[in-house]
């Protein structure tokens, strides 16, 4: 493969990140509840749940969801519950304050994020779908197919991590700035309605 067509697909999959949608949706609510500490569990799982998507996508599991309306549809509708849930959850939830002990920022609430991170986004659709479109662009159909999808998949997840992190600590950093019980509660029911929100965006979300 040329260098200059790995640079086109780097250069286009980092456009592609740039977009919120609901995994960057679901990072902010992380991040404006636990403040910059959520990154550990937060870009591990998004980047093990792109892995996961696009090597099923690549698999051929996209090309079934792109043909079949019905799949695409449960699938899309099993993430959006989940997103409201989790949303739902978070409003509700009490805030813990930046200066919180290690004892109350418990693993438990690591690997929660980590999980909920990785789960939105390896059951999102419409990547899974947008790879079976997108990545076979920039194949070479002289070249082994395996060792360039490998090399796509490692490009693409390396990307998203950064994207996660960047993400994870603007927004993290805004969060330690609070400190009143009051505004901590508002800054979880704004993740927790961005997150609802991005929920409600997912239900209505069209195969490409």
């Not at 992380?30 to 910059?36: D, E, F, N, P, T």
């Not at 479109?133 to 060792?147: E, T």
């Not at 796509?152 to 969060?175: D, P, S």
Request: hydrophobic share 60%; aromatic share 10%; glycine share 8%.
């Amino acid at each position: 493969m040329s260098f200059e067509l790995w640079v086109a697909f780097a250069l286009a999959s980092a456009a592609l990140l740039a977009i919120p949608g609901p995994t960057v949706m679901l990072v902010v609510s992380h991040a404006l509840g636990h403040g910059r500490r959520s990154a550990w569990a937060t870009v591990p799982g998004v980047t093990l749940g792109d892995l996961t998507a696009m090597s099923v996508s690549l698999a051929g599991a996209g090309a079934v969801l792109a043909a079949s309306a019905t799949a695409f549809t449960v699938l899309k509708l099993v993430g959006a519950g989940y997103l409201i849930w989790l949303g739902i959850q978070l409003w509700r939830a009490e805030p813990i304050p930046v200066a919180a002990t290690a004892a109350e920022r418990t693993a438990r609430d690591a690997r929660k994020m980590f999980w909920q991170s990785y789960v939105v986004t390896a059951l999102n659709p419409k990547g899974i779908v947008f790879f079976v479109a997108f990545v076979p662009q920039f194949m070479d159909p002289a070249l082994p197919w395996l060792g360039q999808s490998a090399l796509f998949v490692a490009t693409f997840c390396a990307l998203a991590a950064v994207n996660t992190l960047i993400w994870a600590l603007l927004v993290g950093e805004m969060r330690q700035r609070f400190t009143r019980p009051a505004t901590l509660r508002l800054a979880n029911r704004i993740g927790g309605s961005v997150m609802i929100g991005a929920g409600f965006l997912t239900a209505l979300a069209r195969r490409a």
